[in-house]
Protein backbone atom coordinates (compact mmCIF):
# COMPACT_ATOMS: atom_id res chain seq x y z
CA UNK A 1 0.00 0.00 0.00
CA UNK A 2 1.60 3.40 -1.22
CA UNK A 3 1.19 6.06 1.49
CA UNK A 4 0.07 10.06 1.33
CA UNK A 5 3.35 11.99 -0.81
CA UNK A 6 3.44 15.47 -1.42
CA UNK A 7 5.96 17.44 -3.64
CA UNK A 8 8.27 19.64 -3.23
CA UNK A 9 9.38 19.05 0.11
CA UNK A 10 10.43 22.94 0.41
CA UNK A 11 9.85 25.90 -1.07
CA UNK A 12 10.71 29.42 -1.12
CA UNK A 13 8.84 31.96 -3.14
CA UNK A 14 9.03 35.58 -2.87
CA UNK A 15 5.66 37.86 -1.56
CA UNK A 16 3.17 38.61 -4.71
CA UNK A 17 4.30 35.05 -6.47
CA UNK A 18 1.86 32.07 -6.55
CA UNK A 19 3.19 28.40 -5.83
CA UNK A 20 1.84 24.95 -6.83
CA UNK A 21 1.72 21.97 -4.27
CA UNK A 22 0.90 18.52 -5.30
CA UNK A 23 -0.21 15.73 -3.23
CA UNK A 24 -1.17 11.61 -4.00
CA UNK A 25 -3.52 10.44 -2.10
CA UNK A 26 -2.72 6.95 -0.38
CA UNK A 27 -3.89 4.20 -2.56
CA UNK A 28 -7.57 3.47 -2.29
CA UNK A 29 -8.75 6.80 -1.19
CA UNK A 30 -10.91 9.23 -2.82
CA UNK A 31 -11.00 12.05 -0.29
CA UNK A 32 -7.95 14.66 0.06
CA UNK A 33 -7.68 17.65 2.55
CA UNK A 34 -5.41 20.21 3.29
CA UNK A 35 -4.23 21.87 5.74
CA UNK A 36 -2.05 24.37 6.62
CA UNK A 37 0.32 24.53 10.08
CA UNK A 38 2.12 27.59 11.17
CA UNK A 39 5.41 26.96 13.56
CA UNK A 40 4.21 25.70 16.96
CA UNK A 41 0.37 25.50 16.57
CA UNK A 42 -2.29 23.12 14.95
CA UNK A 43 -3.11 22.01 11.58
CA UNK A 44 -5.73 24.61 10.53
CA UNK A 45 -8.20 23.62 7.78
CA UNK A 46 -7.92 24.69 4.53
CA UNK A 47 -10.38 22.29 2.05
CA UNK A 48 -11.61 19.66 1.41
CA UNK A 49 -11.97 17.52 -2.19
CA UNK A 50 -13.94 14.45 -2.96
CA UNK A 51 -14.88 13.14 -6.41
CA UNK A 52 -12.92 16.27 -7.98
CA UNK A 53 -15.64 19.18 -6.38
CA UNK A 54 -14.87 20.76 -3.23
CA UNK A 55 -16.16 19.36 0.05
CA UNK A 56 -15.99 21.55 3.22
CA UNK A 57 -13.46 24.93 2.89
CA UNK A 58 -12.45 26.18 6.22
CA UNK A 59 -12.01 30.14 6.77
CA UNK A 60 -9.07 30.54 4.08
CA UNK A 61 -9.28 33.67 1.33
CA UNK A 62 -10.20 32.89 -2.41
CA UNK A 63 -6.34 32.89 -3.22
CA UNK A 64 -6.26 29.59 -1.67
CA UNK A 65 -7.46 27.25 -4.22
CA UNK A 66 -7.33 23.91 -5.60
CA UNK A 67 -7.83 20.49 -7.47
CA UNK A 68 -8.76 16.59 -7.97
CA UNK A 69 -7.69 14.61 -10.82
CA UNK A 70 -9.62 11.25 -11.50
CA UNK A 71 -6.71 9.71 -9.64
CA UNK A 72 -7.62 11.43 -6.73
CA UNK A 73 -4.46 13.43 -6.71
CA UNK A 74 -4.82 16.97 -5.80
CA UNK A 75 -3.31 20.40 -5.88
CA UNK A 76 -3.07 23.24 -3.77
CA UNK A 77 -2.75 26.58 -5.13
CA UNK A 78 -1.84 29.89 -3.40
CA UNK A 79 -2.01 33.18 -5.43
CA UNK A 80 -0.19 36.44 -4.24
CA UNK A 81 1.94 35.24 -1.65
CA UNK A 82 1.94 36.98 1.27
CA UNK A 83 4.81 36.10 4.16
CA UNK A 84 1.82 34.99 6.42
CA UNK A 85 1.58 31.82 3.97
CA UNK A 86 5.02 30.69 5.38
CA UNK A 87 3.62 26.69 6.79
CA UNK A 88 3.62 24.11 6.53
CA UNK A 89 1.35 22.57 4.49
CA UNK A 90 -0.30 19.28 5.17
CA UNK A 91 -2.60 17.15 3.14
CA UNK A 92 -5.08 14.03 4.53
CA UNK A 93 -6.01 11.22 2.37
CA UNK A 94 -9.36 9.29 3.37
CA UNK A 95 -11.79 6.66 1.95
CA UNK A 96 -15.10 8.84 1.55
CA UNK A 97 -16.27 12.38 1.30
CA UNK A 98 -19.30 12.66 3.34
CA UNK A 99 -18.68 11.46 6.90
CA UNK A 100 -15.20 10.84 8.53
CA UNK A 101 -12.79 8.03 8.17
CA UNK A 102 -9.29 8.49 9.64
CA UNK A 103 -7.35 10.27 7.59
CA UNK A 104 -3.97 9.51 6.55
CA UNK A 105 -1.02 12.71 6.32
CA UNK A 106 1.44 13.12 3.92
CA UNK A 107 4.87 14.25 5.21
CA UNK A 108 4.08 17.93 3.90
CA UNK A 109 6.10 20.62 1.82
CA UNK A 110 7.46 23.42 3.82
CA UNK A 111 6.80 26.83 1.98
CA UNK A 112 9.06 29.98 2.76
CA UNK A 113 7.63 33.33 1.57
CA UNK A 114 10.12 35.86 1.46
CA UNK B 1 -11.29 32.77 22.22
CA UNK B 2 -9.90 29.94 19.85
CA UNK B 3 -12.19 26.60 18.68
CA UNK B 4 -10.23 24.01 20.27
CA UNK B 5 -8.13 25.41 23.01
CA UNK B 6 -5.44 22.59 24.75
CA UNK B 7 -3.05 22.77 27.76
CA UNK B 8 0.03 24.83 27.41
CA UNK B 9 2.56 22.40 28.39
CA UNK B 10 5.68 21.29 28.10
CA UNK B 11 4.56 18.14 30.23
CA UNK B 12 8.33 16.68 31.49
CA UNK B 13 7.68 13.58 33.15
CA UNK B 14 9.79 10.26 34.08
CA UNK B 15 9.14 7.07 32.35
CA UNK B 16 6.26 4.91 34.05
CA UNK B 17 4.09 8.08 35.23
CA UNK B 18 0.48 9.12 34.45
CA UNK B 19 -0.10 11.84 32.80
CA UNK B 20 -2.86 13.55 31.52
CA UNK B 21 -4.34 16.44 28.91
CA UNK B 22 -7.21 18.17 28.70
CA UNK B 23 -8.91 20.13 25.81
CA UNK B 24 -12.25 22.34 25.44
CA UNK B 25 -14.09 22.83 22.49
CA UNK B 26 -15.90 26.48 22.14
CA UNK B 27 -18.91 25.10 18.90
CA UNK B 28 -21.59 22.76 20.68
CA UNK B 29 -22.05 21.47 16.82
CA UNK B 30 -18.90 19.39 16.75
CA UNK B 31 -19.53 16.46 15.76
CA UNK B 32 -16.93 14.41 16.05
CA UNK B 33 -13.80 13.98 18.58
CA UNK B 34 -9.90 12.79 17.91
CA UNK B 35 -6.30 12.66 19.44
CA UNK B 36 -3.66 12.77 17.20
CA UNK B 37 -0.13 12.43 17.57
CA UNK B 38 2.65 14.49 15.95
CA UNK B 39 6.39 13.89 16.04
CA UNK B 40 8.62 16.55 15.85
CA UNK B 41 8.99 17.67 11.83
CA UNK B 42 6.52 14.57 11.19
CA UNK B 43 3.43 14.84 10.07
CA UNK B 44 0.11 14.50 12.29
CA UNK B 45 -1.35 10.60 12.94
CA UNK B 46 -4.35 9.18 14.68
CA UNK B 47 -3.77 8.35 18.18
CA UNK B 48 -7.28 7.54 18.95
CA UNK B 49 -11.36 8.85 18.22
CA UNK B 50 -12.95 10.24 21.48
CA UNK B 51 -16.81 8.13 22.10
CA UNK B 52 -19.11 9.96 24.77
CA UNK B 53 -19.03 6.47 26.38
CA UNK B 54 -15.15 7.05 27.03
CA UNK B 55 -12.64 4.37 25.74
CA UNK B 56 -9.47 2.80 26.01
CA UNK B 57 -6.58 1.73 23.45
CA UNK B 58 -3.70 -0.02 25.87
CA UNK B 59 -2.14 2.62 28.04
CA UNK B 60 -4.36 5.55 26.19
CA UNK B 61 -7.46 6.73 27.79
CA UNK B 62 -9.65 9.47 25.81
CA UNK B 63 -13.26 10.84 27.66
CA UNK B 64 -15.57 13.17 26.15
CA UNK B 65 -17.92 15.63 27.93
CA UNK B 66 -19.91 16.59 25.85
CA UNK B 67 -22.34 18.85 28.32
CA UNK B 68 -19.27 20.19 29.68
CA UNK B 69 -17.09 20.54 26.05
CA UNK B 70 -14.87 18.98 27.55
CA UNK B 71 -12.21 16.44 26.10
CA UNK B 72 -9.47 14.30 27.82
CA UNK B 73 -6.58 12.10 27.16
CA UNK B 74 -4.61 9.77 29.98
CA UNK B 75 -1.78 8.03 29.71
CA UNK B 76 -0.26 5.21 31.75
CA UNK B 77 2.88 4.10 32.37
CA UNK B 78 4.45 6.83 29.81
CA UNK B 79 6.63 5.30 27.94
CA UNK B 80 10.09 7.40 26.40
CA UNK B 81 8.65 6.37 22.29
CA UNK B 82 5.40 9.02 23.83
CA UNK B 83 7.93 11.86 23.46
CA UNK B 84 5.34 13.81 21.02
CA UNK B 85 3.05 16.63 20.78
CA UNK B 86 -0.53 15.70 20.83
CA UNK B 87 -3.48 17.16 19.12
CA UNK B 88 -6.76 17.46 20.08
CA UNK B 89 -9.49 17.50 17.47
CA UNK B 90 -12.45 18.91 16.95
CA UNK B 91 -14.89 18.11 13.43
CA UNK B 92 -17.70 19.92 12.71
CA UNK B 93 -20.12 19.51 10.37
CA UNK B 94 -18.91 19.64 6.24
CA UNK B 95 -15.71 17.76 7.16
CA UNK B 96 -13.82 20.81 9.04
CA UNK B 97 -11.44 19.57 11.28
CA UNK B 98 -10.23 21.87 13.93
CA UNK B 99 -7.32 21.39 15.75
CA UNK B 100 -5.85 22.58 19.16
CA UNK B 101 -2.38 24.21 18.98
CA UNK B 102 -1.22 20.95 20.88
CA UNK B 103 0.66 19.82 24.15
CA UNK B 104 4.14 18.88 23.88
CA UNK B 105 5.10 15.50 25.89
CA UNK B 106 8.58 14.42 26.76
CA UNK B 107 9.25 11.27 28.76
CA UNK B 108 12.49 11.23 30.78
CA UNK B 109 14.44 8.14 31.58
Known amino acids: ETGVTQSPTHLIKTRGQQVTLRCSSQ?????VSWYQQALGQGPQFIFQ???????GRGNFPPRFSGLQFPNYSSELNVNALELDDSALYLC?????????????FGPGTRLTVL | RKEVEQDPGPFNVPEGATVAFNCTYSNSASQSFFWYRQDCRKEPKLLMSVYSSGNEDGRFTAQLNRASQYISLLIRDSKLSDSATYLC??????????FGAGTRLTVKP
Open chain 1, 49 to 55: YYREEEN
Open chain 2, 89 to 98: VVKLAGNDMR
Open chain 1, 92 to 104: ASSSQGGSYNEQF
Open chain 1, 27 to 31: SGHNT
